[in-house]
């Protein structure tokens, strides 16, 4: 798949027809398409990976269900994203699903966005900006549940290290905070950010650090590196980006410390789950990107036809993580299989 990537998936709106029937219903009271109309509609992932691919199978069958026209857009980077939001404002759309790389400072772009055209947040949330809902998990919970995993895989306890692409998100702080919290034996601290660097002694395990790695596998793996060169007690690696889990294991496996030290990550890359498979590693924390895309889809083009029933009081669509172990993996993996399988 190319790097920065636009392009409908379903029912592309022809040149001749933009000035009729494909301008952006807009977000502050323009009159919503009548419900037969073809909201046009852009999702907004925040980069490109495996996972996205699964969001966007979900956003082609949600096109189809909801008789939508939608563009999925996989930036390469922050700016890229940004640069997106601005040409999709342009170019006018009724509705964008996104989710944001720098929630903080993107607010002022989110809500100029907001402003003209119906906002929604998925996968990561940007809850200090004007969106109209956020599709996703609970990230400090599901860093909780990768919390628990490491305890179930590390019982004795010991030091562990913590990697993650980049923190400026909104899920990344969240799920360090919650694996944070379970490994620490703390209360809800989901507000809060541990500065990276400090050390973080509990009763039985001890973070050393959290390093960032911009998304970058082969970081990563250097990473996971550094840390077993520094602390040659170390028991523990957490991943917390679908690519750490397959990086970190070639890290140990090279250091011939896979008996000693243990992985746990996110998501589903097939890497994770044959590790798993395999007993390699204990378990991965899954969420649902396939639902993230036809979700997205589902809520934006009823709001655009107007039915704001869609959005619930706490304005968060919850799509709970679920732990992947051994015992539930054949029939995730076969579930997976089937929605991520091209169409014939």
């Not at 294991?249 to 746990?264: D, F, N, P, T």
């Not at 036809?294 to 869609?310: F, T, Y």
């Amino acid at each position: 798949m190319l790097k920065s990537v636009g392009r409908f998936v379903v029912g592309v709106c022809m040149a001749g027809l933009a000035a009729l029937g494909c301008e952006s219903s807009g977000g502050n009271g323009s009159e919503a398409p009548a419900a037969s109309a073809r909201p046009k509609l852009a999702y907004i992932t925040n980069g490109v990976a495996p996972f996205w691919t699964i969001a966007e199978k979900g956003v082609i069958d949600g096109a189809k269900e909801y008789n939508a026209d939608v563009s999925v857009v996989m930036p390469s980077d922050v700016n890229d994203q940004m640069q997106r939001v601005e040409d999709l404002l342009i170019r006018g759309v009724d509705g964008i699903a996104i989710s944001p790389i720098d929630a903080e400072n993107q607010v002022p772009l989110l809500n100029k966005a907001a402003a003209k055209t119906k906002l929604i947040t998925q996968d990561s949330d940007a809850p200090k900006s004007n969106r109209l809902v956020y599709i996703g998990i609970d990230n400090y919970v599901a860093g909780r549940m990768a919390g628990q995993l490491v305890k179930e895989a590390i019982p004795g306890g010991g030091k562990v290290a913590i990697f993650v692409g980049r923190l400026e998100g909104d899920n990344a702080r969240k799920r360090r905070q919650g694996v944070l919290d379970e490994l620490l034996d703390r209360q809800d601290t989901s507000g809060g950010n541990d500065p990276l660097n400090d050390v973080l002694k509990g009763a039985k395990y001890t973070i050393v650090a959290t390093l960032t790695d911009q998304i970058d596998a082969a970081k990563a793996k250097s990473n996971a590196e550094d840390m077993m060169s520094a602390h040659p007690d170390l028991v523990g690696l957490i991943g917390l980006n679908a690519y750490h889990t397959p990086a970190l294991l070639e890290a140990l496996k090279q250091a011939g410390k896979m008996s000693s030290i243990q992985v746990v990550g996110f998501d589903e890359q097939d890497a994770t789950l044959r590790a798993i498979q395999d007993g390699e590693v204990v378990g991965t924390v899954v969420q649902n990107p396939y639902m993230y895309g036809k979700e997205s889809v589902r809520v934006l083009a009823a709001l655009v036809r107007g039915d704001d029933s869609v959005v619930p009081p706490g304005k968060f669509i919850s799509l709970p993580a679920r732990q992947i172990r051994k015992a539930n993996l054949p029939e995730f993996w076969a579930d997976l299989k089937q929605k991520a399988a091209k169409p014939e």
